[in-house]
């Protein structure tokens, strides 16, 4: 049987290239310092703001949706004589 060594074409080694480089950059300790900021900042500012929002929203809508159907809260009304 004959074995033939399979030299990396140049597509191969440019990938090769890229992916060093892609790992180089995402355990860089400034890059992954400036990711989690950006990321605490986007949670903080963005994000729970607008779930905090969307979810009094939400509750507001289920509340009024209610009271339409069942009317509003407190003692019935007294009989009309």
């Known amino acids: 049987m004959i074995y033939v060594a399979s030299v990396p074409s140049g597509e191969q080694r440019a990938r090769a290239a890229v992916s060093e480089q892609t790992q180089d950059r995402t355990h860089d300790p400034l890059r992954r310092r400036r990711m989690e900021i950006f990321a605490f900042l986007f949670l903080t500012v963005f994000l729970i ?33």
């Open 49 to 81: 703001p607008a779930l905090a929002v969307a979810t009094v929203g939400g509750y507001g809508l289920a509340v009024w949706v209610y009271q339409m159907i069942a009317g509003p809260p407190g003692p019935p009304a007294p009989p009309a004589s």
